[in-house]
């Protein structure tokens, strides 16, 4: 066993910040939200509660609206990623709902100010709210043009003191190459930053990777469409890829 195995082992994680992509709440047509998906991921996000866990969520906004995407078909770049940003406050309010009709205290931070819809986004607030027992969404991305949601998800971590920054993926850790398309990618257990951000993979966008990397970080990549798997990754289980 790797000495990262057991440290990662033996961790006690008091807060956390799990970035989901908007895309995981898509429904079956390929657009907009699931309520189905919508549930699994707040009954996750609940299991971590119900451990004592501090949780920050960071959800893209790729379902409804993507910048870049949005870009590219002639909308302006600037005007788009805001419009993306206000897809992140719809995605983080449909599972605040649900987590509220589960019994669970969630509040919405938005980096863009939208007053009577959620408050805006401090460091100082959303410690507050972590602390305070609240799952807390941080969304609006950084509320700057040019970023993205991975970004957002590496500074808000950093801003609210994460003990580790959790990215939910469709496939179960980093690999050599896409696993969906090349069938003999090899998985990494573990890489430290230096090594991945050597190695060129694609684990977050580099302005992200790069804030991880001169903080000191960790991130921990995971299938999060498997039930049950986010309790796992918070008990130790190597069924993903940490990079430290």
């Known amino acids: 066993m790797y000495l990262c195995d057991l440290i990662f082992r033996n ?15 898509t429904g079956d047509d390929g657009y907009g939200v699931s309520y189905n998906h919508i549930v699994h991921y707040a009954n996750e996000i609940k299991s971590a509660v119900d451990a004592g866990v501090q949780v920050a969520v960071v959800i893209g906004g790729g379902n409804i609206f993507r910048g870049v995407q949005g870009a590219s078909a002639g909308f302006e770049r600037r005007q788009g990623d805001q419009m993306g940003m206000l897809a992140t406050v719809i995605n983080a309010l449909a599972v605040q709902g649900v987590l509220e009709e589960m019994g669970v205290k969630a509040r919405v931070l938005s980096a863009v100010n939208i007053e009577g819809v959620c408050a805006k986004t ?32 590496a500074l808000r971590a950093l801003e609210v003191k994460a003990d580790l920054l959790i990215k939910g993926t469709r496939v179960d850790g ?7 398309k090349d069938p003999n990618a090899v998985k990494f257990t573990e890489l430290t930053l230096a090594e991945a951000y050597q190695k060129n993979l694609r684990i977050m966008d580099m302005t992200a990777f790069a804030l991880c990397q001169d903080n000191k970080m960790p991130i921990y990549v995971y299938d999060a469409n498997t039930k049950g798997n986010l309790i796992k990754v918070l008990n130790g289980e190597p069924i993903g890829t940490l990079i430290y």
């Open 174 to 180: 980093v690999y050599t190459a896409d696993p969906e």
């Open 11 to 25: 961790m006690k994680y008091k807060r956390i910040l799990l970035k989901l992509s908007g895309e995981s709440l």
């Open 122 to 153: 401090s460091w100082r607030t959303a410690i507050e709210s972590l602390e305070e027992g609240y799952v807390t969404f941080l969304a609006g991305g950084t509320g700057n043009p040019f970023f993205t949601t991975d970004t957002g998800a």
